[in-house]
């Protein structure tokens, strides 16, 4: 887990500019704190619930559970991300990576925030997946959705 990662967008390299006149955050991308991978599920119920199934915030629910569990078992194959504001360390986003298999890993439920969207947040977010995955030894990287 590296806790390590804070930077502006900007200052990442990704090339990225707000698509207003907001300042680009400073953020922190480190492993969830306590109650956060409750965050992680009813940011995805309230963003994405109404347009999918019924049972989307169940779905979203046992792959964060599953998630939990292997990192806990592997983490050196198992995680997932916050990224939180530097200032007031609140959550904006994140992202999960878990093992498929010995070669494959998935990259799970992406989200950041609608009011932090456009700002880099999310590829700064899957570079920090795509770096881990080669880190661990994988070979591939699935998305899943």
Known sequence: MDNGDTKSAAENGDGL???????????????PKEGEFGWMISQNAKIYGNS?????????????LEVMQRAA????????W?????????????VLCVEKSAT????RFLLVVPEAQG???????INKCIRFARDAGYSKLMLMT
């Open 82 to 94: 916050i990224a939180a504001t530097a200032v007031d360390d609140e959550p904006v986003g994140c």
């Open 119 to 125: 700002l880099g947040i999310g590829t700064r977010l």
């Open 17 to 31: 500019k707000s698509k207003s006149c907001r300042p680009t955050p400073v953020l922190t991308l480190r492993y």
């Open 52 to 64: 999918r199934s019924r049972y989307w915030e169940q779905f979203v629910a046992e792959g964060i």
């Open 73 to 80: 078992a592997d983490p050196s194959r198992n995680t997932a």
């Open 104 to 107: 494959v890993a998935r990259l």
